[in-house]
């Protein structure tokens, strides 16, 4: 496509992005379980307020945007606190997962380089089922990725991942929770085992970091997964999934000023003058960091624990419900994603019924399973999916998989 030789205005461009929307997910009508979180139409309009106020505005230069280097530390604060970050602790703001994990990585990576002198190919030890986000980072770093086959539990192997590890390993991963499973590794006994071989826990929370928490004050047992085991080196936390606050924000936390200090760029050798960046992005959009910082208060430790209630009610309503259709629940979730697999039915021919009917969700591979990654929302909805659950089940079980007409969201 040419650029348009004149600019046109905006009422039509907006009728023409509008337009091109049509065609997406339907997600604010609940029928999206993957991508993005529906915390409801409040927190929306709070998100697009509190962005558009700081917009224009830069991360990347704290001394012109005072506002914003307070409201990141107060981002940064509070997320210590729901995750027992001791005295000392520290973090970034960062773009998401991938980059708030990349750049702990990097701080081990540089930890092992500067301060054990590692040389040579380094390596990180990390359960099956962690996010490809590992492999990604490693491939810019050139460090070998030893993804260790995981329990029948679905949880990570402590055992065999001790036995992975070796001298120039620089750090083993848990997830709280796993992408596939929603399960929350055992953390504490990976800790044991980081702290007898002096090596760099990271926990990936990028999905749960804002919702266990509050699950947790909601009365359910959850063991410790944060910075409470004393193994834990860094936490990944993603604000922009169960912390409902608008796209483009993680965060990165680590236990120590110390261990941060190895994320940090700092570059001299140019004619722009000394440019110091935390994390990869140059420029970081204010906007992400004021809508963050907004929500966390819009919401507060109440307005969080509603959610996530509801959240967790709309997954058992649908563990239930998909139980009794016969499906097999995979391990014993108690956040936000289940998966659930059948022991006979193809999944992927129940997953196209559901699709046709227009639920945009996701799968595993192993073992063949539904995916939900559920929002408060999703509670309006339960009786929705378990509806179409059973009609697509009984088409698959019948042979009749033609029936389904309708558009795909209809
Ligand atoms: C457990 C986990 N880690 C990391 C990520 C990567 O996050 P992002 O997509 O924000 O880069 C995800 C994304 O779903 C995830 O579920």
Request: glycine fraction near 8%; charged fraction near 20%.
């Amino acid at each position: 496509m040419m650029m348009p030789k004149a600019g046109k205005n905006w009422d039509s461009l907006e009728k023409e992005m509008l337009a091109r929307g049509e065609g997406d997910a339907k997600w604010r009508e609940g029928k999206t379980a993957v991508y993005v979180f529906n915390a409801g139409e409040e927190v929306t309009e709070v998100q697009k307020k509190a962005y558009t106020l700081y917009m224009s505005e830069n991360g990347l230069g704290p001394a012109a945007f005072p506002s914003l280097n307070q409201m990141e530390q107060e981002v940064i604060a509070m997320a210590l606190s729901l995750l027992h970050g001791p005295e000392g602790s520290c973090g970034t703001i960062t773009s998401g997962g991938t980059d708030s994990i990349t750049m702990a990585i990097k701080a081990a990576r540089d930890l092992a380089r500067n301060e054990k002198h590692l040389v040579g190919q380094l390596n990180i030890v990390i359960p099956y089922s962690a996010h490809p986000a590992f492999d990604k980072a490693s491939m810019l770093m050139e460090l070998e990725v030893r993804r260790i086959p995981i329990g029948t539990d679905y949880l990570a192997d402590v055992d065999a991942m001790a036995k992975a590890v070796d001298d120039h390993t620089i750090m083993l991963v848990g997830s709280a929770p796993s992408f596939p499973y929603g399960l929350i590794d055992p953390i504490i006994a990976l800790g044991k085992i980081a702290e007898e071989k002096n090596l760099w826990l990271h926990v990936d929370a990028c999905v749960g970091g804002y919702i266990a928490p509050f699950v947790r004050m909601n009365g359910i047992n959850i063991p410790d997964f944060d910075f409470s085991v004393t193994g834990v080196k860094s936490i990944s936390a993603d604000l922009h999934k169960y912390g409902y606050c608008a796209k483009g924000a993680s965060t990165v936390l680590f236990r120590t000023e110390a261990l941060k200090q190895h994320m940090v760029f700092d570059c001299k050798n140019w004619p722009g003058g000394r440019m110091v960046t935390p994390t990869l992005a140059g420029t970081r959009p204010g906007g992400a960091i004021s809508a963050a910082w907004a929500i966390m208060n819009f919401l507060g430790i109440d307005g969080y624990k509603a959610k996530q209630k509801a959240v967790c009610d709309a997954r058992e309503i649908i563990e239930k419900g998909a139980s009794e259709l016969g499906f097999e629940i995979l391990g014993h979730p108690v956040l936000g994603i289940v998966a659930f697999s059948h022991p006979t039915l193809s999944i992927f021919a129940i997953y196209k019924q559901m699709f046709l009917r227009g639920w945009v969700t996701s799968l595993t591979t192993e073992p063949k399973a539904l995916h939900l990654m559920l929002s408060p929302f999703h509670l309006t909805v339960t009786d929705t999916y378990l509806e179409d659950l059973k009609l697509s089940t009984a088409q698959v079980e019948s042979g009749d998989t033609d029936a389904v007409t309708e558009s795909r969201y209809s």
